[in-house]
């Protein structure tokens, strides 16, 4: 479960990044906006997918939180043009988004992957833009506790 300060750490995470996934475009109602937390495990070497959603969005980012810091790092990101992972990416495992959707997988999952994912995924309307935030709590076992 998440604690107050977590959930307080996100929501600031959440406001400081929403202008650079919605600039420009208005979000009439603030209340539509779907907050998704989730918590995962995986052995460090091994693989995992991050959930974004079941629809693909048309914009995109992944950020990623280390423990203990408040700031959040983009690591992979697609404004329409495709996905580009960003060279802090590289100190987490082999990421990629999984074909036809904006899942994260990480490959060889490194030590250092643990900590707060989160994607934040626009969506076009007739009507409004529609933003989701997911947020996944990743933890890295070592080889020991994953036995």
Known sequence: ????????ACFSLTLSLL???IYGL?????EEVDYIWAKTEVAAGQSVMLSCGSSLPDIYIWG????????SRAVVYNYGHGAKVQPLAD??????ILANTSSLIIERVSPDARGLYTCQALFHTDTEPKVNFYFVQLDVLDETESR
Do not use: D, Q
């Open 19 to 21: 202008p650079i996934l």
């Open 26 to 30: 208005e979000i009439p109602n603030h």
């Open 1 to 8: 479960m998440w604690t107050g300060a977590e959930r307080g």
């Open 64 to 71: 990623y939180t280390k423990p203990g810091t408040e700031g």
């Open 91 to 96: 100190t987490l495992g082999e990421l990629s």
